[in-house]
């Protein structure tokens, strides 16, 4: 009898537990799988136009949200903050667009480097248009920070090159789709998000593709295709439901995951080898970056 009234008085106990894990899991597996889609992408650059890539992406996607909507009939609100999601997902096409293009000119981990400048940019437009002013603290973390991203790229990212535009605007727009969400942030329904973002995609590219479609060489592309849009839908719902089961500050821990996968991606796959002061510079990231989480987070 006491056992069973131990069992009963630990259970909300370990109802916490595996909802926590739970989360780490479906933010993990969410990020890891980014990781995944631009791996692909990467790859379908070299075999194919980076647009018919891009098409894939977005027009398979859809596909997946399609199915996905009519087997489990989510409640979804499309109306809601209609404009603001439409500039999101303007936004989104935009940095993915951009991505898909660095990918061919950049090496992946610097990429990623670089794209650890968006919470620097959002916390820079807050503390401007929202009057979220940073702490001492935060201030000092988010310098060191950007050092650490400088000294990780070095001279790889050739740095006074035109082709570094197509990886800096990718941090911007996400920087600015963050901060949009940030305005609305009584916007519940982020499946709305990833709907527009994926239809607008791939109705522009749809039309794009539909005049300079190049023949596939072989039949194996359209599978990679396939997955390209599939690991987006299943990477965005993964985080979703991540934030449903906690919080966006949580789970933007994870996100610095991705620098740990693209190392790991660039070397098995790519064949990049190890470099100790990229290493440095992106365990610097991801000290400083988690640091400035949270210290900025226990505001909001």
């Known amino acids: ?148 991203i400088v000294y990780s790229l070095g001279p790889s990212m050739r740095i006074f090159s035109l082709d570094l535009i197509f990886p800096i605007v990718p941090p911007i727009c996400w920087a600015l789709y963050q901060f949009f969400t940030k305005v609305v942030s009584g916007d519940n329904d982020p499946f709305a998000a990833i709907f527009y973002t994926s239809i607008l995609g791939a109705i522009i590219f749809s039309i794009f593709i539909f005049f300079n479609w190049v023949p596939l060489e072989k039949n194996i592309f359209w599978a990679y295709l396939i997955i390209l849009g599939v690991a987006g839908f299943v990477s965005h719902s993964l985080i979703i439901y991540a934030i449903q089961l906690s919080n966006l500050s949580f789970v933007t821990n994870f996100q610095y995951s991705q620098l740990v996968w693209s190392t790991i991606f660039n070397f098995f796959i790519f064949g990049v080898p190890f470099d100790v002061n990229k290493i440095v510079g992106v365990v610097g990231v991801i000290i400083f970056g988690l640091l400035f989480i949270r210290i900025e987070g226990k505001k909001t």
Do not use: E
């Open 1 to 148: 009898m006491a056992s069973r009234r131990c069992n009963v008085k630990n259970f909300p106990k370990v109802q916490n537990q595996t909802s926590l894990l739970n989360v780490i899991l479906l933010a993990a597996g969410g990020f890891f799988m980014f990781v995944c889609m631009d791996s692909t992408a990467k790859y379908l650059g070299t075999v194919m136009p980076v647009t018919q890539a891009i098409w894939g992406r977005f027009f398979f996607h859809l596909v997946s949200l399609i199915i996905f909507f009519l087997i489990f009939k989510p409640k979804v609100n499309l109306k809601k903050n209609f404009k603001v999601q439409i500039i999101r997902s303007i936004l989104m096409v935009t940095a993915t667009s951009f991505m898909f293009y660095s990918l061919q000119k950049f090496d992946l981990v610097d990429i990623y480097v670089v794209f650890f400048t968006a919470p620097l940019i959002v916390s820079l437009l807050s503390a401007y248009f929202l009057k979220d002013v940073l702490s001492t603290k935060g201030i000092l973390l988010m310098l060191l920070s950007f050092g650490s």
